[in-house]
């Protein structure tokens, strides 16, 4: 059922809107399922659907939630950040996960799902397991912002935005120099990541966006936990076919111990 929860506490207060299936009395010592989006997605997405579905079937919790100006959730679009969305998800998990949780996040949901990992372990709070599908953890330093031209970056710093095509929408991609600058705060891939937990990462070899080095990379830093990782070779980097899908839940499924 949608609901929303008011977040917000160094901001103007932001309507969140959050899609929540509580488990079935016979699986509430099973792990729930927590959907963390990327970009300028939403908990609408056919990945997200089928997983919400997949969860409900088998009487496992799932939590999904639009970030601040996307979906259905109140908020400006172009006012988000990491730092902004990690607090809405934080706030999410806080209200609706209780027990073991594996995160499931996508793209950008993976930047988000790492840093929530790090401050539910200084609180003294562990995952039970993270499956990272073509994460983009760091995205805005080590992806975009070496791929800029000297024009592009000058834009961002004078008029505050850029626009480019995008591959996925008739609407622009919009970025930031507030995303830029506070992404700098939230990097991960710094030599010093745990996430205290098993991770599995879904990346897919043709991927045009997060290249599939960048997974790699991840993964060689995720030295202190177990981690393992699959490569679809002609996956994109949606990762949404039938065949994608499918093996997004069977190794949930794995993860899950079911």
Known sequence: MLQFIDVGKDEPSRKIAVEFIPASPGSAMLPGIVWLGGYRSDMSGSKAQALAQWCKERGLSC???????HGQSSGDFEDGTISLWLEQSLAVFDRFAGGPQILVGSSMGGWIALLMARELARQGRFLHAMLLIAPAPDFTQKLMWPALSDAQREAINRDGRLEEP??????????????????????VMDGQLRTHCPVHILQGRQDPDVPWTHAMELASQLFADPVSMTLVPDGDHRLSRPQDIDLMLRLLAQLAGI
């Open 166 to 187: 995008s591959a996925y929408s008739a609407q622009p991609n919009v970025y930031t120099r507030q995303l830029f600058e506070d992404g700098r705060k939230n990097l």
């Open 63 to 69: 939590l999904r939630h639009d970030y601040s100006g």
